[in-house]
């Protein structure tokens, strides 16, 4: 019944939006699909399914027949968002210095900037105002015209987690979120669709991401002061970049007076991604050969490799702080609630994946492109409104989990025997322990005394109650 519901009510959505769409007047009507772009924007485009399992051993991602959901622990990003403040002042610096004053008549027949001189389009940064923030139907530059904004990635989310995990939510719930607006935002709108449907009162748990508190939090890398970022930025820096020259050679060679540095065509790609999550579509992204954009994937995988994935020693450290939660929440769960979710940055997704490891093969990657490398791709881990989802669920008279990274079942390494591909929940705990009896402890590696080590809000948090305050600008 609940799904029959939750279909309607995606159905009426798809309905009001098609009505929209086929409006002449909008500036998205008849523009072509770009969502085959976003796996090589960084993890700056709009949420998409991880996309290994479309084309390779796609797992049903349906709770076996024969089991029952017994727990469910959510850590998610936040969804689509408006650039950063360092980000997006360099977009607005570059479009207002070295597109806004082209000439027109140059433009008009530009192959690649033409779109500049259509009078139905505008640049989705007028100003900074709407930097940091996450994209809604309300203040999407094109309003419901969107259907990327971060509030509807949201509260798709809300649909689909309350359509499959609502046997484990009860009356009440308490869903925790870093103190950030954007992240806030996205929880509010996940949760009110776990309201809606199943009248579940929400208890929402702010946890301040601005203050060191130690490990009992959201983003706990903000309290390690030993941070080393990158390592290895030999290698990050040995990267041919020459692709970036030779974009930005072409595009100043069929744009007289544009002048473009491999600096500023960088920022193209920033210009891309993030004007489809403000605006639905992007007449930039057209620009960019196959190449470019791979290329542009690659390097972004292989610093973040470095900065907050598995090749840096010090992120698993960090990273350790979920994955022990995560074992202590199948040992000991709070007896009043089963379904455990957070909304963080992606960052600290990226330092779970990294403690957990299931896309680190224990080898460093190296600088020079490699079309075989389909194990760390930070883009397809988090891309905006990123979830990965760990399912308890126990079959006959034993007990088995499985990680599921945005929608797609990825298996723990050497350990996916069990129904559905699942781990046996014993060997889980094995699995947990030698990984990490290989990964210093957060405390010891991050130097931190006097605060705590580890996650305790979801144990807590009736006692404690967590409000930080609600801040536009991320730590």
Not at 133 to 141: I, W
Not at 251 to 278: P, R, V
Not at 344 to 352: E, F, G, K, L, R
Not at 465 to 470: D, G, R, S, V
Request: charge should be negative; aromatic fraction near 14%; proline fraction near 5%.
């Amino acid at each position: 019944m609940l799904t029959q519901i939750l279909l309607a009510g995606l159905a009426a959505s798809s309905a009001s939006a098609a009505s929209i769409y086929g409006t002449k007047s909008s500036y998205l009507t008849e523009k072509k699909d770009q969502s085959p772009m976003f796996p090589f924007l960084a993890g700056a485009a709009p949420y998409f399914s991880y996309p290994l399992g479309d084309n390779y051993y796609k797992i049903n991602t349906s709770i076996p027949e024969t089991c029952t959901l017994k727990q469910v622990q959510v850590l998610a990003r936040h969804g689509e968002r408006y650039p950063g403040t360092s980000e997006g002042n360099e977009l607005i610096e570059l479009f207002n210095t070295k597109f806004a004053n082209l000439s027109k008549s140059e433009l008009a027949n530009n192959e690649y900037f033409d779109f500049l001189v259509d009078p139905t389009y505008q640049f989705f940064l007028p100003n900074n105002a709407s930097l940091e923030l996450l994209t809604t139907t309300k203040d999407s530059f094109t309003g419901a015209l969107n259907p990327y904004a971060g509030e509807l990635t949201a509260m798709k989310f809300g649909e689909e987690f309350t359509d499959k995990y609502n046997s484990l939510i009860g009356d009440t719930l308490p869903i925790f979120t870093s103190s950030n607006s954007r992240v806030y935002e996205t929880a509010k709108y996940f949760s009110s669709i776990i309201n809606k449907y199943l009248n579940t009162t929400i208890n929402m748990q702010v946890l301040n991401e601005l203050k060191k508190t130690g490990g009992n939090s959201l983003t706990p890398s903000e309290t390690c002061d030993v941070w080393d970022f990158p390592v290895h930025q030999d290698i990050v820096d040995a990267m041919d970049t020459s692709y970036l020259d030779n974009l930005a050679s072409r595009l100043n060679n069929a744009t007289k007076g544009l002048n473009l540095t491999s600096k500023d065509a960088e920022l193209l790609f920033d210009w891309c991604a993030y004007e489809i999550d403000a605006s639905g579509y992007s007449p930039i992204c057209n620009i960019f050969t196959q190449e470019e954009l791979i290329l542009h994937a690659f390097g972004d995988d292989l610093s973040s490799f470095y900065s907050d994935g598995p090749g840096n020693p010090l992120v698993k450290s960090v990273g350790s702080v979920f994955f022990n939660a995560t074992v202590e929440l199948l040992k000991n769960p709070p007896k009043e609630y089963n379904a455990y979710i957070g909304f963080t940055h992606d960052v600290n997704i990226q330092h779970m994946m990294a403690a957990v490891g299931l896309f680190d093969t224990g080898k460093l990657m190296d600088s020079k492109f490699d079309y075989r490398n389909t194990i760390y791709k930070k883009s397809w881990i988090t891309p905006m409104g990123a979830r990965v989802i760990l399912e308890n669920y126990e079959c006959g008279n034993s007990s088995y989990v499985r990680y599921v990274v945005n929608d797609e079942v990825v298996p723990v390494p050497n350990c996916n025997e069990g129904p559905g591909f699942s781990c046996e929940l014993d060997n889980f705990y094995k699995y947990a322990e030698d990984r990490l009896s290989n990964i210093t402890a957060f405390g010891t590696a991050c130097n931190i005394t006097n605060l705590p080590t580890y996650q305790s809000f979801y144990w807590d948090y009736q006692t404690v109650n967590y409000t930080a305050p609600i801040e536009v600008q991320s730590y």
